[in-house]
Nanobody, 118 residues
Framework: QLQASGGGLVQAGGSLRLSCAAS????????MGWFRQAPGKEREFVAG????????YYVESVKGRFTISREYAKNSVYLQMNSLKPEDTAVYYC?????????????WGQGTLVTVSS
């Protein structure tokens, strides 16, 4: 089970840190990722980190602003979001899978809402 938290309301230019805690099994050998879905839009792959933590992927629109990291001891993954923009407003979901790319995720958590005001 994956549980995302840390969402909220923030002004443009602000920061938030999302957390995703896994329970019930270890995801240390899985790639972990963050997706988001804005109202009326399709789900979008935002960032991913491979099972070793040595490779990461970011969608172009968040490069330089978002950082994904993982903490094996806590079976958790994080998304540090800086310089937030109104277009980052979405429900953010964490996921675990067998590959870094957006098509490889098998386990999904409930989302956390991020709202960025202008």
């Amino acid at each position: 089970q994956l549980q995302a938290s840390g969402g909220g309301l923030v002004q443009a230019g602000g920061s938030l840190r999302l957390s995703c805690a896994a329970s019930g099994r270890s995801f240390s050998s899985y790639a972990m990722g963050w997706f988001r879905q804005a109202p009326g839009k399709e789900r979008e792959f935002v960032a991913g980190i491979n099972w070793t933590g040595g490779s990461t992927y970011y969608v172009e629109s968040v490069k330089g602003r978002f950082t994904i990291s993982r903490e094996y001891a806590k079976n958790s993954v994080y998304l540090q979001m800086n310089s937030l923009k109104p277009e980052d407003t979405a429900v953010y979901y964490c996921a675990a899978g067998h590959g870094l790319g957006p098509d490889f995720y098998d386990y999904w958590g409930q989302g956390t809402l991020v709202t960025v005001s202008s």
